[in-house]
């Protein structure tokens, strides 16, 4: 499986094709003006119509040749099926090897995906930062599109410059598909959660919206008003959680060591970032300790070299 350093070296060594990946560029300008636009487009693949059974999701993939077991082994790639929530039979699989097998399938392509869109905006920054130090002057576009980003990613009082960008280069990346699938699964209970079944919310992500957005948590203390945050898809959930370890002071060494992982040329990959992230979760050292067999018991440190098939 190959792993984009650069957009650049994605599509020379196969990960994209130039078509596909100027298409995206262009959907990446309009984005500037319309942001809901980017993500929208760039799921369509085979869109699932709704929730649907277990089994038609399931035989769907055997359609499109989704072979999980050998993509545990590196061998294949995945379709492009995009799920917006998980089936409406889900709580009713019996097996915990069946549900973490038909979890793991489903959402897979959806951080795929995520990790992409990513890419192709790092992509973005790495040539407006050429251009930048080249002292060559910028769009209006170009820095409407730097000013929208800046905001999602929490820059504080961002200017369209060139500190803006390496700034901005530091926290769009992706996350290691292994670690997303392991968080997913503890959040969610391999989606079992009624916040998953409900809302969508495969991360638990609090929330203090108060427009009636969130979802309750059983046992919730008197006078607190968080809630849990409700998505539209399975995919808005992902890229909300992709933000937050992109965004949050809490996840600062997280960048850091994934930035100097980068800078050394080497593969992000989920256990060693897995360490990093013992602030998501009041249990401290044993989440990471959670997270890190869950990635180890269930083969998913395979998965981090997967690519969505052309």
Do not use: C
């Amino acid at each position: 499986m190959r792993r984009a350093a650069s957009l650049s070296k994605y599509i020379a060594e196969g990960g994209v094709s130039k078509s596909r990946a100027l298409a995206v560029a262009a959907l990446i300008l309009l984005g500037a003006v319309f942001p809901a636009f980017l993500g929208f487009e760039l799921t369509r693949g085979i869109l699932s119509p709704g929730p649907r059974s277990v089994s038609d999701v399931l035989m769907d993939f055997d359609h499109q040749g989704f072979d999980l077991e050998a993509l545990l082994l590196g061998k294949g790639a995945v379709p492009r099926v995009f799920l917006p929530a998980l089936p409406r039979d889900w709580r009713k699989l019996a097996k915990a090897t069946e549900r973490k097998h038909a979890f793991t399938m489903i959402v897979l392509p959806l951080i795929l995906q995520a990790n992409e869109i990513l890419l192709m905006e790092k992509e973005r920054l790495r040539a407006l930062s050429a251009r930048i130090n080249a002292k060559e002057p910028l769009s209006e576009t170009d820095r409407a599109w730097i000013r929208s980003l800046a905001g999602l990613y929490k820059l504080e009082a961002p200017e369209a410059d060139g500190e803006a960008v390496r700034a901005l280069l530091r926290r769009v990346d992706i996350v290691p598909p292994s670690l997303a699938i392991a968080q997913a699964a503890i959040e969610s209970g391999w989606g079992t959660s009624r916040f998953t079944t409900q809302g969508n919310a495969l991360f638990g992500q609090w929330s203090s919206d108060e427009k009636g957005n969130n979802m309750i948590p059983a046992g919730r203390d008197a006078g607190r008003t968080y809630g849990i945050q409700r998505f539209g898809t399975l995919l808005e959930s992902i890229q909300a959680y992709m933000r937050n370890l992109n965004s949050h002071r809490a996840y600062r060494k997280f960048r850091a060591v994934r930035a100097k992982i980068r800078a050394a040329g080497d593969e992000v990959t989920g256990l060693p970032l897995a360490k990093l992230l013992g602030s998501y979760s009041q249990q401290g050292p044993k989440y990471v300790k959670a997270l890190t067999s869950i990635i180890k018991k269930n083969r998913l440190a395979s998965l981090d070299g997967a690519a969505l098939r052309l």
